[in-house]
């Protein structure tokens, strides 16, 4: 059985008739606790699987952290009450962390709930520079990578997926998660973690399986990434940070069809 699926015994009904007790897969859901030197500093609820990958980009798309080199070691320690990350700091980095420690409650729904004050929502995002340039035509048949990664939510129907296309349209890597923030930062940790001996990782394109939130365009703008892909559609707010930082972003893409909200220059 996959990892972060279990079984359990159901009673389904169909045409609203009740039918006999059988087996059932779902997805686990456990609560990951990120420590910080020691220090607890987030709990988001998640799928027990490439949380090392996890703790690298949340760390990045939080600003804990501004490269790889800023953490030591990542260790996964599992407990009867949920999941441990514990992530060694470099000392500047912790020093910074401990200044501006916030105390969050992550959510599947909003990576943002339990943040303190608004202007620590909206954090600063560098202007994109416009180096690539798409062909709609090569991503028609993309929303196949979406499924390839999905091995929990292919049975469970439970998970969210991101996944990384190179500028062809052709899948390189992906993650899967009960979050949709959770699936991102996954994807965005394994790049920067793929980034120093694999170039090929510098340019590319994001695809999610979700809405394009606010925070997923400050995700996915804030590690230079140019192109945003969204299963479903764009928020306010998420549209007026793309055009700001000129992220590309599309929403309901369907491959051969799509809704543009920002940054048309860089699609042929």
């Avoid at 500093?41 to 949340?58: C, E, I, R, S």
């Avoid at 991101?162 to 349209?169: C, E, P, R």
């Avoid at 996954?186 to 394009?212: C, I």
Wanted: hydrophobic share 40%.
């Amino acid at each position: 059985m996959a990892i972060g699926i279990e079984s359990i015994l159901v009673q389904k009904f169909k045409n609203c008739e009740l039918q006999n007790t059988q087996t059932d897969v779902i997805a686990i859901e456990k609560p990951v606790a990120l420590i910080y030197n020691g220090i607890s500093h987030v709990v988001m609820m998640a799928t027990p699987k490439d949380l090392h990958y996890f703790a690298m980009g949340f760390s990045l798309t939080e600003n804990i952290i501004q490269s790889v080199n800023d953490i030591y070691g990542i260790d996964i320690i599992d407990t009867p009450k949920g999941i441990e990350v514990q992530i060694e700091l470099s000392s500047r980095r912790f020093s910074e962390l401990k200044e501006k420690r916030r105390n969050l409650t992550g959510r599947t729904g909003c990576g943002i709930c339990g943040t303190e004050q608004i202007e620590q929502v909206c954090q600063v995002i560098p202007t994109l520079p416009r180096i690539n340039q798409i062909k709609l035509a090569d991503f028609s048949g993309s929303l196949n990578s979406l499924l390839q990664v999905q091995q929990v939510g292919q049975q469970t129907g439970c998970t969210h997926a991101a996944v990384w296309l190179d500028l062809k349209g052709q899948f390189m890597a992906g993650f899967e998660d009960i979050g949709r923030h959770v699936a991102l930062d996954k994807l965005l940790g394994f790049r920067a973690m793929q980034l120093p001996n694999n170039p090929n990782y510098q340019h590319g394109v994001v695809l999610v399986s979700s809405r394009a939130s606010y925070e997923m365009v400050q995700k996915t703008a804030k590690c230079g990434v140019e192109f945003l892909l969204a299963v479903s559609a764009a928020t306010s707010m998420a549209v007026d940070l793309a055009k700001q930082c000129h992220l590309t972003l599309l929403g309901f893409f369907r491959g051969d069809k799509g809704v543009i909200y920002s940054g048309d220059d860089r699609l042929a």
